[in-house]
T-cell receptor, first 112, second 115 residues
Framework: DADVTQTPRNRITKTGKRIMLECSQT?????MYWYRQDPGLGLRLIYY???????NKGEISDGYSVSRQAQAKFSLSLESAIPNQTALYFC???????????FGDGTRLSIL | AQTVTQSQPEMSVQEAETVTLSCTYD???????LFWYKQPPSRQMILVIR??????QNATENRFSVNFQKAAKSFSLKISDSQLGDAAMYFC????????????FGKGTKLSVKP
């Protein structure tokens, strides 16, 4: 079983819809992250959380919100989806600041 | 702000040959970490190698090694004996040594391996 699980794997939806992407992990890591990947731009940080009560905005948080329901769960929401939020979204976890991040398999989100 | 630059959008190598992917970064920090991640067509993000800035010795992992030049702020990845399975996007990433340690990624290099 995957250590970092993202659901759904793929999603197609319409402009204006509210969407939630979910991430759960069995690694026992406190640190969790949400990234967005666009072609030619690499990965950019949306939000990150160091524990349940510590949530921080990343480079591109506008239009997104997050919820850290438990140490193992970190959800990303798009309150009112727009087409330029079409991208591949990754969740990641890490043990500490100097340790590698472990990624889920990504959610490919298409907004029509 | 820290930045990571990968100047080669695409590279190609013959199977069994050696290829080097370039990465430069800009930072005023002295304590930081550098990573190479591989993203095959399956879209997974797979850690290839990690380097601590305070270590002079270059990291190696089997056929993968780095050339870390701290003064030049350069962190290149060398892949020896290239295999078809090495074909992927490769991302260089930087994390500062402060309390946050968030990753900053380069835009990636697409590596093709020719049989």
């Amino acid at each position: 079983d995957a250590d970092v699980t993202q659901t759904p794997r793929n999603r197609i939806t319409k402009t204006g819809k509210r969407i939630m992407l979910e991430c759960s992990q069995t690694k026992g890591h406190d640190r969790m992250y949400w990234y967005r990947q666009d072609p030619g731009l690499g990965l950019r940080l949306i939000y990150y959380s160091f524990d349940v009560k510590d949530i921080n905005k990343g480079e591109i948080s506008d239009g997104y919100s997050v919820s850290r329901q438990a140490q193992a769960k970190f959800s990303l929401s798009l309150e009112s989806a727009i087409p330029n939020q079409t991208a591949l979204y990754f969740c990641a976890t890490s043990l500490d600041r100097d340790q590698p991040q472990h990624f889920g398999d990504g959610t490919r989100l298409s907004i029509l | 702000a820290q930045t990571v630059t990968q100047s080669q959008p695409e590279m190609s190598v013959q199977e069994a040959e050696t290829v080097t992917l370039s990465c430069t970064y800009d930072t005023s920090e002295s304590d930081y970490y550098l990573f190479w991640y591989k993203q095959p067509p399956s879209r997974q993000m797979i850690l290839v190698i990690r380097q601590e800035a305070y270590k002079q010795q270059n990291a190696t992992e089997n056929r993968f090694s780095v050339n870390f030049q701290k003064a030049a702020k350069s962190f290149s990845l060398k892949i020896s004996d290239s295999q078809l399975g090495d074909a992927a996007m490769y991302f260089c990433a930087y994390a500062d040594g402060g309390s946050q340690g968030n990753l900053i990624f380069g835009k990636g290099t697409k590596l093709s391996v020719k049989p």
